[in-house]
């Protein structure tokens, strides 16, 4: 009986001490509702109303010469730019040599995208010859900036563009 009046006694005190806070997402800080609406996938931040307005304000300030924001929840890369897509599987990003040598040079960074299993060896009377490798252009992103996100679900890539900001 005194353990039950006890239980009463507890539940009755939590009861008029009401219900504990709730914290709510509008109460985060800028940089944890920026992590929050960059880290949803399905859907992804711009058909999540919530997050439109937030992440617009994230690409103003960047656009402007701003960092990205901070949240002591969640773990960041810094801002990163990467304006191709990736090759296809098979093909290796690279850039013409400048001075004609063997014609093609590895680089993450290249404007190509080349197939190096095909090397075609071309012969010009005086010139000597060099090596050559079908090439492709390599698709722009549309989305060229991103930052690294790493949650305890791993670590997850999110792009975009600050076209029009």
């Known amino acids: 009986m005194q353990r ?3 239980l ?3 539940v009755l005190a939590a009861a008029a001490l009401g219900p504990a806070p709730r914290a709510a997402a509008q109460d985060a800080s800028f940089g944890c509702k920026v992590l929050l609406c960059a880290a949803a996938t399905n859907p992804s931040w711009s058909g999540i109303a919530y997050c ?3 992440m617009q304000q994230l690409f ?8 990205w924001p901070t949240c002591p929840e969640g773990n960041t890369s810094g801002l990163r730019y990467e304006r191709f897509e990736a090759c296809p599987a098979g093909r290796t990003a690279g850039q013409m040599n400048a001075d004609g040598t063997d014609g093609f040079s590895a680089s993450p960074n290249g404007d190509l995208c080349a197939d190096l299993s095909k090397p075609r060896r071309i012969c010009s009377g005086d010139d000597g010859c060099r090596t050559s490798y079908p090439t492709t252009a390599r698709p722009l992103r549309s989305e060229p900036y991103f ?3 790493t949650t305890a679900n791993g670590t997850q890539r999110f792009y975009f563009s600050l076209q029009g900001y």
Do not use: H, T
Request: net charge positive; hydrophobic share 45%; aromatic share 0%.
């Open 60 to 67: 103003r300030q960047l656009a402007r010469g701003g960092g």
């Open 8 to 10: 009463v006694i507890s």
């Open 4 to 6: 039950r009046a006890g």
């Open 147 to 149: 930052v690294d996100i």
């Open 52 to 54: 439109v307005p937030v």
